[in-house]
């Protein structure tokens, strides 16, 4: 705040600490943005300095490169989007090689998103990225509802476990395990991921779901089915960060219909100690830096004077 | 005349004012939107992204081409969008009054690219891809280029917009309907036909068209037989309109013969439209 203390009349608001930790991590706010949602960052500079973001998260990176799903790969729901977009990327080669310079401009601490079709496949991304200047994390991506293949690796405790520890031998990197809704048990998956020994847990991805045109008695997306994002989830990633943080020791990421400083509010609450912005990001571009601007006021409304003060607050009903 | 394409500005997502959101047809309208800041970087065959209300029905922003660049003073201020109204995102923009501030993001996708060569031009639209019409036209114009055709199909006269609203002063309208109660009855095949039998469209001038998929296929076949080159502006749905999402691609030939997929929006969303492969029209071998 600008108060001048010259003029007495109202005393300067208390400052407000954002900086978050995720493990050796450390953010100067926790506002993030959702892989897949958030393009190569770059597309952002015209709309506000991305550097003052908590981090960036970049779509998912594979080891091939990927063509995406054929269209539409894109349906309106009522207040969320369903997408089978199929993670279109150049294939790790030739990111580390065009994209990744790029990138490393930002300013914003850089998290790498990446999916393995195989444990194998996922320890020769992280070994890749862990070699490259100017990485602050790596996130697995164990969840993505949008390629076959059996990629779903977040269903089943046993693999998440292969996953993180494959990554961790091969790199010093902090990661972060993305987990999927789509399971009768997030726990369990959680657990496993921690023991494997992840930096932190992000929750969620997309919920599997289908969009219909009756009249032509065919799904809307080309590929039959996609993942549901936006504000209509937020109440069910909400309940599932809860259930994480108090099962958990270490830190979780907060993900799902967030689009206001409140929705971020009620994350922290609920026990997230950052969050990623996703969806919002496609329809309030700017959304994003304002919440980092709103969310102090929020935090000292509750008298609180950090973000630490505010995280796993909530009082459940005894 | 010159091709040398201008660095293009990058888009914003600022508030503008609804200056004027008038009826031209019974289904059609033209919303007028302050804009000081942003309107001199706009460039013909461009769009917008309209958020249409605050209150998520719907969520997504809705995709329109600029239709005019208002000009105050010979400064530009502003620009036009011209919408029908069929789905919930334009009956929103249908009720904004004089005063309402409505954010948009823009300017968005690339511009025209016109041959250096070319002194005559021909403009096929069908439906609403009248919109970007005006705008295209009136920098032809401005170029110096005095021979415009514009071949315009509507369904019928309801949907047909008027040409005082369609285009500048100074170009040739052929008008038509499928039903005939506006201009000729039948398409804008037709007249494209007839214009390329009397020599009045030949290969060197610039062609821009904007419509449907299908009649995109048609005019494509039409002048693939003749050897004229056209730049079509196309449409996908859009997540995002500024290549974030990957969710608005459509397919293109490569020069190497192999069919990809392109984004709509950051890719073009003009192509030439020799280059554009339908559904329905992909072989074996494309990876999709
Ligand atoms: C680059 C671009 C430029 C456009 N320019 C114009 C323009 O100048 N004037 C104009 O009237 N319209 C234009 N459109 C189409 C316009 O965006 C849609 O008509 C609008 O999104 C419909 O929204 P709605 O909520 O009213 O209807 P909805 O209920 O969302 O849709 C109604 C019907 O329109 C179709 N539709 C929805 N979105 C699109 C889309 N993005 N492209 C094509 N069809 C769509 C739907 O499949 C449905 O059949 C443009 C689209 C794009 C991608
Ligand atoms: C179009 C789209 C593409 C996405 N692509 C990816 C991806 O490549 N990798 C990934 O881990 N998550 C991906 N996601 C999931 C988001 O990162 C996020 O977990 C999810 O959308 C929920 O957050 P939201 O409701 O804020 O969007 C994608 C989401 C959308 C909408
Ligand atoms: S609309 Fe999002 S990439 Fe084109």
Redesign the pocket.
Known sequence: MNATTTQAEAPPEPAVDLSVELGPLKLANPIGTGSGTYGKGVEFQSFYDVARLGCVVVKTITVEERAGNPPPRLAETAGGLLNSIGLQNPGVERYIAEVLPKLRTLGAPLVINIAGHTVEAFGELAAAFGAEEGIAALELNMSCPNVSGGLDYSTDPKVAHEVVARAKDVTDLPLIAKLSPNVTDIVPIGLACQEAGATAVSAINTYVGMAIDWRKRKPILGRGFGGLSGPCIKVLALRLVHRLYQALDIPVIGIGGIQTADDVMEYLVAGATAVQVGTANFYRPNCALEIVEALPGLIRELGATSVRDVVGTLEMPG | MSNATPELAPPVCVDGEVLENRWITPVTKVMKIHAPDVAPGMQPGQ?VNLETTKTLV?MLR????I?KVVKHQGIASGFC????V??????NLSEMTPGTKISFVGPL?NMITVPETARRATIIAGG?GI??VKFVAESLQERGMRDITVVYGARDADHSVPVHEAMPDGCRPLLCTDDGSVGRKGFVTSWTEELIERNRLTPGDYVFTCGPHAMFKAVRDLLGKHGIAAEAAT????GCGFGVCFGCPLYQRQPDGQVEMKL?CVDG?LFPLDTLVFEGELEDGVSA
């Open positions: 769009f719907p809705r995709p329109m081409s239709h969008v011209l919408y029908d069929i789905g919930p995102g334009t009956q996708g609403v919109g970007p449409e996908e749905f859009m709509c969303c």
